[in-house]
């Protein structure tokens, strides 16, 4: 769960942030919203066909710091009326939270 948001995402949201600051929006929704529907619909068969369901404190973390950075990007649209892309980038202060709490989950 560490590695995979880096190898996938990161330079699908870096692109998305150079379309921000050129003013295409669009391109940016367009290219996160495309990388996500490939992401949530693929790795999640796989996972779901080939791993026992264990949804202990882990998988909740995993939930939250999902369902907080969509919500972060989500409000963001809603109020600004475009796609920051401070709110984008605040996807990374989630996944940094994460880290964080495996961290000090498993060093102790």
């Avoid at 150079?18 to 295409?24: A, E």
């Avoid at 202990?56 to 963001?76: E, F, H, P």
């Amino acid at each position: 769960m560490i590695i995979t948001p880096i190898a996938t995402e990161l330079p699908e949201k870096i692109n998305s942030i150079l379309w921000i600051r050129q003013k295409k929006d669009t391109l940016a929704l367009g290219n996160i919203s495309g990388a996500m529907v490939f992401q949530s619909s693929i790795s999640p068969a796989i996972g779901m066909a080939f791993t026992d369901w264990k949804l202990d404190g882990q998988a909740l973390a995993v939930v939250v710091v999902a369902l907080g950075s969509a919500a972060t990007a989500w409000g963001s649209m809603v109020w600004k009326k475009r796609l920051s892309p401070y709110a984008l980038l605040m996807g990374g202060a989630f996944y940094a939270g994460y880290i964080w709490w495996v961290i000090g989950r498993n060093s102790g």
